[in-house]
């Protein structure tokens, strides 16, 4: 055995005993002892555990969908649609009932309750709606507006636009105004921080480490990182550490050239 591939195996047993020291001194998060990876794809990222139902895997048109626990640092572009008196009155996913005329959006993953700015691309044109269901199930989609949100951005004529979603922070407190009370949200610094683009996500390990693997031919930082909702652990394979949303923002869209459109970026 060289010297380097002593090295080497001293790294990873140092990583280990500090992984496991952690383990022993934590509350409130899950660890999974895993295998180790192959020499290419970097270890397993440790994540806090959640028994919030909203955030647990669904399954629609035989595809599954796995929700983030976060939406802290959320960027992704691509097509938006609207639904609008079909749909008016119906039960929403969050439990509450569709209202048209209000500011409202689905989104597959993105946590109930969180609000986004939507950017229409092709007119500049911007509108702040609050995610209360799931959808589009339309390939391609990444958002569905409600009518109002969809007509303040110029999409309902066009009925199909793409656009730009960006996560902001979480309703702090609410104000009133002369059109009603309006909620207060907190909204993060998004140029600064560090950065990283979600490729994938999957239950079984092997299949994360799978694509991982590939990716690793590509890009220098390759991370998997494991979220604990209930009973199930989920396996998030996640591209690059990038210090600025710019740069971010590139490697999304070369992720999506390559075929990973449902590609998004997330602040660490």
Known sequence: ????????????????????????????YH???????????????????TKDRTLRPYVVNGTK?????????FVQTGLASWYGPKFH????ASGERYNMYKKTAAHKTL???TYVKVLNLDNGKQTVVRINDRGPFVKGRIIDLSYTAAKEIGLVGPGVAKVKVTALGKQVDTIKSPVGTKPVIEIPEM??????????????????LRLADRLKV??????????????????????????TLTKATSVEKRLEDMGFRQAFIVRL
């Open 218 to 243: 590509i890009f220098k930082n390759v991370d998997i990182e494991v979220n604990k909702i209930r009973s199930q652990t989920i396996y998030r394979v996640r591209v690059s550490r990038i210090k």
């Open 65 to 73: 969908f796995y929700p983030l626990s976060s939406s802290e640092g």
């Open 89 to 92: 009155g119906n039960k929403t």
């Open 1 to 28: 055995m060289n010297v380097i591939r002593i090295k080497d195996t001293l790294s990873f047993i140092c990583i280990l005993v500090w992984v496991c020291s952690l383990c022993s001194c934590s509350t409130g």
């Open 31 to 49: 660890y999974q002892r895993v295998n180790r990876a192959p020499d290419h794809t970097r270890l397993v990222i440790l994540s806090k555990a």
């Open 191 to 208: 140029n600064r921080g560090l950065f990283t683009v979600q490729v994938g996500a999957f239950i079984r390990q092997e299949n994360a």
């Open 111 to 113: 946590p109930l309750g």
